[in-house]
């Protein structure tokens, strides 16, 4: 039986293969904090390295995440799982971010992964974003016994400029442990388009480790965006076909709810 989770880093990697219209792959290295949404406050008091709502090398912020207004997370999450229908048993709410770093952050993808009162994983909500500013969610429910979590959903909201709206994905991830494994495939009428995936293993989540992650991979965030957009670069460069978000409404938070914006 696994152990309860408990907050935590993730030491990892993501990786990105594209398949179509022609290939092309990369992969680098982050870190993820993966932190139980009642310990926020405990853990502002505890860390020193990882700022919880202040600066600092590497911090957390509430705004950064859900309604992007600084209210507290886990409230916002319950709210969004039972607008969906999906019983999220009651128990504790993990999210897996990336913090900021040097005051930066990026995240392509939040997951929220909600337990019940036994601490048997029940739903996740994944929160997207894109680099137009826009953000949507994907949630599920789950099997509180499996390890590992398969499901899927059409696509609908704009992210890669160089992959169509007509688009589905399928979710494959496992029960966080001493390892964790989030993958993501797309598929497109023509068939299978991109794979991304985070893995990570889990250290304690203390000064120590902050500060081993900082010092091994320096600016990870500012890495991380300058990544996305050197790959689109080369595909641009390589000639795959460009669609601009133009014409696609994106969805962007406001307050509680997500309204509809027309990107100018």
């Given at each position: ?17 594209r398949l179509r ?20 406050d405990g853990l ?99 099997d509180g016994t ?119």
């Amino acid at each position: 039986m696994q152990a309860p989770p408990v907050s935590c880093l993730y030491d990892g990697r993501v990786m990105h293969q594209r398949l179509r219209p022609f290939r092309q792959r990369f992969t680098y290295r982050v870190w993820s904090v993966f932190v139980d949404l009642a310990e926020w406050d405990g853990l502002r008091r505890r860390l020193r390295a990882l700022g919880i709502e202040r600066r600092g090398p590497a911090s957390l912020r509430a705004a950064d995440h859900g309604p992007r207004d600084g209210s507290p997370l886990l409230p916002w999450v319950r709210h969004e799982l039972a607008a969906r229908g999906i019983e999220d048993g009651g128990g504790r709410v993990f999210m897996l971010a990336f913090p900021r770093v040097l005051g930066y952050v990026f995240n392509p993808l939040t997951v929220y992964y909600a337990y019940d009162s036994a601490d048997r994983l029940r739903a996740l909500l994944y929160e997207v974003k894109n680099t137009f500013g826009g953000q949507h969610l994907y949630a599920f429910a789950v099997d509180g016994t499996a390890p590992r979590h398969a499901h899927g959903c059409d696509k609908d909201f704009y992210v890669s400029p160089f992959i169509p709206m007509q688009a589905a994905y399928a979710f494959n991830v496992t029960t966080p442990g001493e390892r964790l494994s989030v993958v993501i495939n797309e598929r497109v009428a023509e068939g299978p388009q991109l794979v991304a995936s985070l893995t990570g293993v889990r250290r304690p989540l203390d000064d120590r480790n902050v500060a081993a992650c900082l010092l091994r991979q320096g600016p990870m965030t500012l890495k991380v965006i300058a990544g996305i957009h050197w790959q689109a670069l080369k595909l641009w460069w390589r000639g795959a076909p460009f669609r601009g978000p133009s014409s696609v409404p994106q969805p962007v938070v406001a307050g509680n709810s997500e309204r509809r914006r027309e990107p100018r």
